[in-house]
């Protein structure tokens, strides 16, 4: 499937779809998206992009292993359910920051669990399907 | 407090890192942990003999009402000290024992694991956490039993000891959280206010029944007894330490703990007295039939344990002080003996009593400490095990049923183990060195030195009783008892404690010259092995796994289609019939919206969607088509305001039709995969499923909805949760745990296809 098209287009897309799917994760929290599409987001632009590149393309791209996203994500989400037992609150209180940051909003322990979430399934997605296409 | 529970579980994680500079001489320095905890503890000795109680908690999981509090009251600080003492003991030994061994920082890592959650099992002031230590050190013990993995005996063992004490541990955990909920509060200082609300309880049988559960798994009692004697593959310091002196006696440490709360009734009396009579004289008389060292003291063991269920059940302040003061007893001589075994299994490479004579010649002070830790067990004055026995006698003696029964039989068991300590203690160091063992090295004094202490420390405790006497007395205060102005004497004068004190020595002197283990005696008793409980369980054990693998062969058998086939069908079955019984179809359709024109295209696309992925020729079309049908749910999603579902479904289909097209690309372009008349049963099925979903959704619609929760969630999602998206501020952070869960599945199920795939490259490799 190595048409020029979708090589030349993918190339362009991979950024775009990327910025896409971060903005998609940090717009969940007041409208629709959030960590789990925006995962599924990022992960169809490498997918798309193995597509027209091949595989191995897309791991030099990468340069790490996708697998490594998710205990880096799982870690993310479990410390930041963890940060309010230090304050003396109950696991997975929501803590705020209580300004306004320029862009992004109101910044809280529920964002990065959601960063946590977004990484968890880039990393699934991806170690799923680069395993079944690298083995057939 | 906390810090000191901690220490050995961050010491076992920096073995993780730290462990190659560990294994070579600096393992000796890792003693230091159990040192240093037993001079912290030993500074509690004054202040809890005077009858202070230190309570400290921290919040663990206060929604649940899970703390992580602890007591250290007279019976905590008794196990406290025997588990960093023979911990320091245990732990300088072991640097010597398992010199140069490969895997010496693992080892050291599961033993300072172990002492950890030993310690929180005996510090906890809360249930769970109680329940918690006490898994954790069944897990720490099957690491340990299992140590020699490459020998499948150990790993036999090992899986025995952790399926038998993690029954235990279910049973716990049932017993804590009944008895938490009939109490009121997980707090075991604060259920002691309400031990009359929970004696007359309806749940009060099953509550003590499940704590004896856990209690008999853990401390060997009959018929859990038999992975105590497997258990002992695993190395010499692992069975001194958890299976005789430490672990085994968790079950001892629960029922003494709940003795005040649950005690004192006639089931809990009665059960406790036939259960221990029956293990102590049991476990006795199987110690005569062995010839293995280690045999005979695990059975030893196990029939000492015995005797500690035997007085918790007599109950009187006297038979606690008896079963406290036996404890101490028993862990410094068992221990004791333990090391002496190891320190000959080493230099000699065997345990065969029939062939062990005259090792005086080549290992004397070892001959020295075996020596005094037999006449401790067999209670000769002036050793503490005198003092031990004679309360023993005196407390039975007073028993107000059947007193010369129980007295008959605690004389027998007192006698076999006598003949067992002496078999083990002095039969290998006596008569004439074999020729085979001249030529034996001499032991190391880091390796005599610890069972030296031991034994040395029972004979003080002896001559001077005052010395023990704040250690165990508190045991009996924190119990609820009052012992008044009690003490401990050698010499109470001529009555009969002191004639069946003699009694005991005399028969049991002349029963260890007349009777010589022997292969003889070893053959005699295996004929009756297939009664034993641990026969039986092995053959219970082989059905349970013809069962359980037809079972797998007829749901589990690889293929995909019929695992969807068998769920599907038990789900029809199930909400059909629960339908047929509850559902009155009764549906106002006024009450339902008209439906327009693009929802009508909609159903029109899925349905020819559906009519292609049937009876299309080709794979790819199939394939295309139940994207088709995807993306037209997603439509619906989009037509009734559900944009986080539409978006994630249309994200979810993409990835899945892309998933499909990558596996189909390698496929064969189309093979015809199934006859007619597995179609039509897969069409029948699949009708019969629609219909019930249709049904049950009607159903739904009939009946009149509660809006509480959702209209929680709307209303508090921006007040709480400082977010505009309520269907994403419930995903993470009202059910933030439940996302958690889901996407550690996620990766759990990466994880596994990634093995599984790789896995099956690798073998093809091989071929």
Known sequence: MRTIILKTASSYLLPVLLIFSVFILLRGHYLPGGGFVGGLIASMAYVLHAFANGLSDTKNLLRFHPGFLMPIGLALAFVSGMAPLFLDLPFMTGLWYPGEIPVLGSIGSALFFDIGVYLVVVGVTLTIIFTIVDTI | MLIAVLLGFVFSLLLVVAGKFFRGKPAILSAIIPLSLFVYFSGFINEVSGGGVIRQSFKWVPSFGVNLGFTLD???????????????????????????????????????????????????????????????????????????????????????????????????????????????????????????????????????????????????????????????????????????????????????????????????????????????????????????????????????????????????????????????????????????????????????????????????????????????????????????????????????????????????????????????????????????????????????????????????????????????????????????????????????????????????????????????????????????????????????????????????????????????????????????????????????????LYEMAVVAMMFSSIFFVVFTKSRLTAVASMGVMGLSICLLFVFYSAPDLAMTQFSIDTLTVILFVLVLYRLPRYLKLSDYRTRIKDGIISLAFGSIITVLILEVLASPVDKTISKYYAENAYVLAKGKNVVNVILVDFRGSDTFMEISVLAIAAIGVYALLKLHLKETDQH
């Open chain 2, 74 to 596: 007279g019976l905590s600080l008794l196990f406290s000290l025997m588990i960093t003492g023979i911990g320091f003991l245990v732990f300088v030994y072991t640097s010597t024992y398992l010199k140069g061994h490969e895997y010496l920082d693992r080892f050291y890592g599961y033993l300072s694991m172990f002492m950890a959650s030993m310690l929180g099992l005996v510090l906890s002031d809360n249930m769970i956490s109680l329940f918690v230590f006490w898994e954790l050190t069944s897990i720490s013990s099957f690491f340990l039993i299992g140590f020699n993995n490459k020998s499948e005996a150990s790993r036999k063992s090992a899986i025995t000891a952790l399926a038998v004490t993690g029954l235990g541990g279910m049973s716990l955990l049932a017993g804590a959280l009944i008895l938490g909920s009939v109490g009121g509060t997980y707090t075991i200082s604060e259920l002691l206010n309400s031990n009359q609300v929970i004696a007359d309880s309806p749940y009060y049988i099953p509550i003590v029944i499940f704590m004896f559960g856990a209690a008999f798994t853990k401390s060997a009692q009959f018929p859990f007894h038999f992975w105590l004697p497997g258990s002992m593959l695993a190395p010499t310091p692992v069975s001194t330490y958890l299976h005789s002196a430490t672990m085994v006696k968790a079950g001892i440490y629960l029922l003494m703990r709940f003795t005040p709360i649950l005690g004192n009734t006639e089931f809990w009396n009665s059960t406790l007295l036939i259960v221990g009579a029956i293990t102590m004289v049991y476990a006795a008389i199987h110690a005569l039939f062995r010839k293995d060292l280690k045999g005979i003291l695990a059975y030893s063991t196990i029939s000492a344990l015995g005797i500690l269920v035997f007085l918790i059940g007599q109950g009187t302040e006297k038979a606690l002080l008896a079963a406290a003061l036996f404890i101490v007893v028993h862990a410094l001589y068992k221990a004791t003996l333990f090391l002496v075994t190891g320190i000959i299994d080493l230099q000699t490479q065997t345990r065969d009593v029939t062939v062990l004579r005259g090792l005086r010649k080549v290992m004397l002070p070892v001959a020295i400490a075996g020596f005094l830790a037999a006449i401790s067990s067999a209670g000769i004055p002036p050793t503490v095990g005198f003092l031990g026995k004679e309360l023993t006698y005196e407390s039975t003696l007073a028993l107000i049923s059947m007193p010369v029964l129980w007295i008959a039989l605690i004389l027998i068991t007192k006698i076999l183990l006598l003949y067992a300590g002496f078999v083990a203690g002095i039969s290998p160091f006596v008569g004439k060195l074999p020729e085979q063992f001249a030529n034996t090295k001499k032991p190391g004094m880091l390796l005599w030195l610890p069972p030296m202490i031991l034994a040395v420390t029972g004979i003080g405790f002896g001559i001077f009783p005052a010395l023990v006497e704040p250690i165990v007395f508190p045991v009996v205060t924190a119990m609820g008892e009052s012992l008044g102005n009690e003490h401990l004497k050698l010499w109470h004068g001529f009555n009969t404690v002191l004639w069946l004190s003699i009694a005991t020595i005399a028969i049991g002197t002349v029963l260890y010259f007349i009777l010589k283990p022997s292969q003889k005696l070893v053959e005699s008793a295996e004929r009756f092995e297939f009664l034993s409980p641990k026969a039986l369980t092995t053959v219970g054990w082989a059905y349970f796994n013809k069962v359980s693998s037809l079972w797998t062969r007829i749901f589990q058998n690889g293929y995909l289609r019929n695992y969807v086939s068998t769920i599907v069908v038990f789900l029809i079955g199930l909400a059909g019939y629960s339908l047929y019984q509850t559902a009155k179809f009764d549906l106002d359709l006024s009450t339902l919206n008209e439906i327009t």
